[in-house]
Antibody
Framework: EVQLVESGGGLVQPGGSLRLSCAAS????????MSWVRQAPGKGLEWVST????????YNADSVKGRFTISRDNSKNTLYLQMNSPRAEDTAVYYC??????????????WGQGTLVTVSS | QSALTQPASVSGSPGQSITISCTGT?????????VSWYQQHPGKAPKLMMY???NRPSGLSDRFSGSKSGNTASLTISGLRAEDEADYYC??????????FGGGTKVTVL
């Protein structure tokens, strides 16, 4: 059974830093592209970042470019999102998401339960 | 990276069919067959309902179907049921090697 379990969310001050983790199980992480998708309270889904299966390529939304970094450790079956200099508008539930295939264009077929990040002083 | 355009709400009676549209551009929906649809119930994670425009994940009811014409993709739900009441989001791959979501459509079963 595929499971994605996020951790690391919480309250962070504007300009601070936070690292989200996503523990993957039930599948071979290195075979699939992985993404982070967020959802602000009462709002819709927003794509944040995608990383290729090997980890050699990353793609980011303009809204987080230069501030957030997606990475993966396939040997530890873990996906990460390093959030630097967060802003109030980054407040959201962050979902870890598995691609259907190794293609970065692939649809997301499994989602974690989400972890809430609140950016506030 | 403008969001894809979806109607804010669509409603129908049990047993009826409804269609949700998702309009983008030739740089996303119109340019690739990488359109997917997600269902989200309140407080829950999204669930994949359709991928690559018209492919259903294994085990999903055939009451759900997808299509695309030009820059607009559509999700049709036939034989509407109470459990179909949820938010629905479309998504597409883009020419910038990014993903983009629609604003979401609230489906109400009357």
């Amino acid at each position: 059974e595929v499971q994605l379990v996020e951790s690391g969310g919480g309250l962070v001050q504007p300009g601070g830093s936070l690292r989200l983790s996503c523990a993957a199980s039930g599948f071979t992480l290195s075979y699939y592209a992985m993404s982070w998708v967020r959802q602000a309270p009462g709002k819709g889904l927003e794509w944040v970042s995608t990383i290729s299966a090997s980890g050699s390529s990353t793609y980011n939304a303009d809204s987080v470019k230069g501030r957030f970094t997606i990475s993966r450790d396939n040997s530890k079956n873990t996906l990460y999102l390093q959030m630097n200099s967060p802003r109030a508008e980054d407040t959201a539930v962050y979902y870890c998401a598995k691609g259907r295939t190794s293609l970065i264009a692939a649809a997301i077929d499994y989602w974690g339960q989400g972890t809430l990040v609140t950016v506030s002083s | 990276q403008s969001a894809l355009t979806q109607p804010a709400s669509v409603s129908g009676s049990p047993g009826q069919s409804i269609t949700i549209s998702c309009t983008g551009t030739s740089s996303d929906v119109g340019g690739y067959n990488y359109v997917s649809w997600y269902q989200q119930h309140p407080g829950k994670a999204p669930k994949l309902m359709m991928y690559d425009v018209s492919n259903r994940p294994s085990g999903l009811s055939d009451r759900f179907s997808g299509s695309k014409s030009g820059n607009t993709a559509s999700l049709t739900i036939s034989g509407l049921r109470a459990e179909d009441e949820a938010d629905y989001y479309c998504s597409s791959y883009t020419s910038s090697s990014t993903l983009v979501f629609g604003g979401g459509t609230k489906v109400t079963v009357l």
